[in-house]
């Protein structure tokens, strides 16, 4: 199985700030990446796939670049509602699409 | 809109089994392949099986292989994930998940989750 791995584990930002999340693949998965946001108690929220697309309806200071087995995602300014946790997703090798281990977001 | 609703968790004891299901409305459930995943507590998503939109595919994690099963009933639009064998670590919430083709796959609609308690 392909392996995602993520950094930071956690993070602690200020509102307005610029935050970047990293995900790297333990394979070259080329750009089949995908980005979620889960919140307690809500569905998971996809954010970005394939590396870079936003999906509808996703503010626009939400970003993700990379390909092969680096990826980002990027928080341009950082709102109080984005306080939850980020997975990426691999969708290259199936079964099974792999996740990260995720990274809590929270405000300083 | 698309909705997907999960039912069926409850506490049940090692060694037992218990059927979840994902209600589908919204969308021509039948054109789409669904997926489970789960959060145990503490824990990040871990992928635990798929069906394809004919049903034909099934696929799970090494983790839940041999005790899981996966099916869907196209007349009801529901995703049931039969779970018998049930350890502790089999605990958490567990999401139905439908999945997209857009470039690559990705699972574009959740659900709010239900909770699986394995405990004696």
């Known amino acids: 199985d392909i392996q995602m791995t993520q950094s930071p584990s956690s993070l602690s930002a200020s509102v307005g700030d610029r935050v970047t999340i990293t995900c790297r693949a333990s394979q070259n998965i080329a750009t089949h990446l995908n980005w979620y946001q889960l919140k307690p108690g809500q569905a998971p929220k996809l954010l970005i796939y394939v590396a870079s697309s936003l999906q509808s309806g996703v503010p626009s200071r939400f970003s993700g670049t990379g390909s092969g087995t680096d990826f980002t995602l990027t928080i341009s300014s950082l709102q109080p509602e984005d306080i939850a946790t980020y997975y990426c997703q691999q969708s290259h090798s199936f079964p099974p699409y792999t996740f990260g281990q995720g990274t809590k977001l929270e405000i300083k | 809109e698309v909705q997907l609703v999960e039912s069926g968790g409850n506490l049940v004891q090692p060694g037992g089994s218990l059927r979840l299901s994902c209600a589908a409305s919204g969308f021509m459930f039948n054109m789409y392949a669904m997926h489970w995943v789960r959060q145990a507590p503490g824990r990040g998503l871990e992928y635990v099986s798929g069906?394809?939109?004919?049903?034909?595919?099934?696929y799970y994690a090494d983790s839940v292989k041999g005790r899981f099963t996966v099916s869907r009933d196209f007349y009801n639009n529901t995703l049931y994930l039969q779970m018998g064998f049930l350890r502790t670590e089999d605990m958490g919430v567990y999401y139905c998940?439908?999945?997209?083709?857009?470039?690559?796959?990705?699972?574009?609609?959740w659900g709010q989750g239900i909770l699986v308690s394995v405990s004696s």
């Open positions: 998940a439908r999945e997209i083709r857009v470039g690559g796959f990705c699972f574009d609609y």
């Open positions: 069906i394809s939109s004919n049903g034909g595919t099934t």
